[in-house]
């Protein structure tokens, strides 16, 4: 059976989706950006959750309707929560991302990213850098970030042309956009279609939010203003979704 190319009137019947659903995301977060995450979880429509807590991670992640898990600021504890909660998620069928956050600094976080690709994301996403030292990942969704943003899966290639360069200049937006797409995920089973969904609205958000912003420091509220406020119109007028192989 052929697996249709996302759309972006697709994109804007998943966000409806995920504001009616309010699905529930566990965040395994680079602790600068803990509060910037849940913030865009929040106004794309989500439940977000943030412990750390080794007793506690169980019982979160069983409540959770997806996960997402981040390399930055990791340590010894972080590294065992991680894989008690990939273990919760895959037990439970629930979708998981992991972005491993300068694995390109580190050879044991490299290590540790590519343990955890063996574990069965459903996406791994990172930047060039990071995602050259990764290489493929069999059967998972493969996400390379920057100004566009590439997406593949065994059968199709899609690129992402929306996004503005202040994105790289506040810290976080790249994380924020990892629970976006976690919250995508826990509403629409071809992951392919989430992430691209959830990558055009935050692109998308970021394009409206630089129109009326000043800077960087104006831009990162601006950005949470219009992703909360974001239409199926304003995504399907201006989300640029793009079918890679032509």
């Not at 629970?179 to 409206?208: K, N, P, R, Y």
Request: aromatic letters at 4%; charged letters at 20%; a negative charge.
């Amino acid at each position: 059976m052929t697996i249709p190319f996302p759309t972006t009137t697709q994109a804007a019947e998943i966000l409806e989706k995920v504001r009616q659903a309010r699905p529930r995301v566990h965040c395994l977060m680079n602790t600068v950006v803990q509060k910037f995450t849940a913030d865009g979880i929040t106004v794309v429509g989500g439940i977000p959750s943030m412990t750390t807590s080794l007793e506690e991670i169980e019982s979160f992640v069983a409540k959770a309707d997806a996960l997402t898990i981040n390399l930055g600021t990791l340590d010894a504890e972080r590294r065992k929560v991680i894989l008690l909660a990939v273990e919760i998620a895959n037990a439970s069928g629930k979708p998981w991302i992991v972005d491993p956050v300068h694995c390109d600094y580190s050879p044991s976080r490299l290590a540790f990213a590519r343990e955890l690709i063996t574990l069965s994301p459903a996406i791994v996403r990172g930047n060039r850098a990071e995602m050259s030292l990764i290489g493929e990942v069999p059967d998972a969704i493969r996400i390379e970030t920057g100004p566009v943003d590439h997406l593949s899966d065994a059968t199709r290639r899609v690129r992402i042309v929306n996004g503005h360069p202040w994105m790289a200049k506040v810290t976080g937006t790249g994380c924020l956009s990892g629970g976006v797409i976690a919250a995508f995920m826990a509403v629409e089973q071809d992951a392919l279609a989430a992430a691209a969904s959830a990558l055009a609205v935050t692109g998308v958000s970021a394009e409206l939010a630089a129109s009326c912003a000043k800077g960087p420091g104006t831009f990162e509220p601006a950005f949470l203003d219009a992703l909360s406020a974001i239409t199926g119109e304003d995504i399907i007028n201006h989300a640029r979704i793009e079918n890679e192989q032509g």
